[in-house]
């Protein structure tokens, strides 16, 4: 559990850091506009339309990276894509996660470690009710996040998306109400605030130039691509749980030759999708796909075109951690 606190206390330091690297950096910033589409010619995207405030914005570009996180650059420029959503229900799931503060923490963990049948009992009551019950600590000692999963929804369905944001709230009420009645430690805790946006695990997934399979990230192979990798978190690492590998062509359409895909959109089957769908994989595949974009603008060639030697020299210098086989190779 401190892994997560330390994660997410992280995550709120790096919004002012990287703020402070796109401008020391030199990069045109332009917040607050939502894509719309592209244009083509041939198989490149020309530029990209958005709109704002003050209307629509087109961006040029030579290399373009995807992130926003359901695909929707690649899949207006025609890459194919798959978008089935089969995991146990779990890729389909969507979330509206709050946090919940003023908690007598000992009060609250002294009930849940000293008195658990009671404790289980009061979560299958609330269950009961529709509400949430994933109840996890926060950064604060005070506070408790409340992460929920609500099944069979499409993150790319306006009316799921719309539904989910009412229904969440009102679930969110009728879980604060509950815990605030019954459960230990929660009797002068109230709602702090609820995420920025909903959480959605998967939507669509690039049919890439490699699609990685789970038996591949089970089995740790190491492919000469590499440009990601990392450990289950689920798991220590140990010769039965491997570290997990992402290729570059993963992240490269088979037919747009100017973009390039990062986040839980990259091309994988359903189930290593969920996997490496977690914020720290994110982050690297970002950090591997921004880093080839620049090279693939400085050498003129298409993202397919990069010269993986020469990515992998950049994220090494980056301090980004590569498997033996391939930082040795490269020395």
Not at 12 to 19: A, T
Not at 169 to 188: A, N, S, V, W, Y
Not at 267 to 278: E, G, K, R, T, V
Request: glycine share 6%; net charge neutral; with cysteine.
């Amino acid at each position: 559990m401190s892994v997560i606190l330390i994660i997410f206390r992280q995550i709120n330091v790096m919004k002012l850091v990287l703020d402070q690297m796109i401008l020391d950096y030199g990069v045109e910033l332009l917040l607050h506009g939502i894509f719309v589409d592209v244009d083509m010619n041939e198989r490149r995207i020309s530029r990209v339309q958005a709109v704002g405030k003050s209307g629509r914005i087109h961006v040029t570009a030579a290399t373009f990276v995807d992130s926003t996180g359901d695909g929707d650059v690649f899949a207006s420029a025609g890459a194919p894509f798959d978008g089935k959503m089969d995991v146990e229900d779990r890729a389909s799931m969507l979330a509206l996660t709050f946090r919940i503060g003023n908690i007598d923490i000992k009060k609250y963990l002294g009930f849940r470690d000293g008195s658990q049948p009671a404790y289980t009992g009061l979560l299958k009551e609330l269950e009961s009710l529709r509400g949430f019950t994933m109840l996890i600590r926060a950064f604060r000692e005070d506070m408790i996040w409340v992460n929920n999963n609500i099944p069979n929804l499409s993150g790319l369905r306006v009316e799921d998306l719309t539904w989910l944001e009412v229904d969440g709230r009102k679930r969110m009420r009728i879980t604060h109400d509950f815990l605030k009645r019954k459960m230990p430690g929660f009797e002068d805790s109230f709602i702090v605030d609820t995420a920025s946006q909903l959480g959605v695990r998967c939507s669509r997934r690039l049919t890439g130039a490699h699609v990685v399979t789970t038996s591949e990230l089970q089995s740790g192979i190491v492919f000469p691509d590499t440009v990601v990798m990392g450990p289950d978190f689920r798991h220590d690492f140990s010769d039965e749980h491997p570290h997990w590998h992402v290729p570059y062509r993963s992240l490269v359409p088979r037919n747009i030759k100017n973009v390039l895909a990062t986040g839980r959109c990259i091309s994988a089957d359903p189930i290593a999708n969920d996997l490496l769908a977690p914020i720290q994989y994110c982050f690297a595949t970002g950090q591997a796909a921004g880093t080839a974009a620049a090279i693939a603008v400085k050498d003129n060639v298409t993202a397919a075109q990069v010269d993986v030697s020469k990515l992998q020299k950049r994220l090494i210098e980056q301090n980004v951690l590569l498997p033996d086989e391939i930082t040795n190779k490269l020395r």
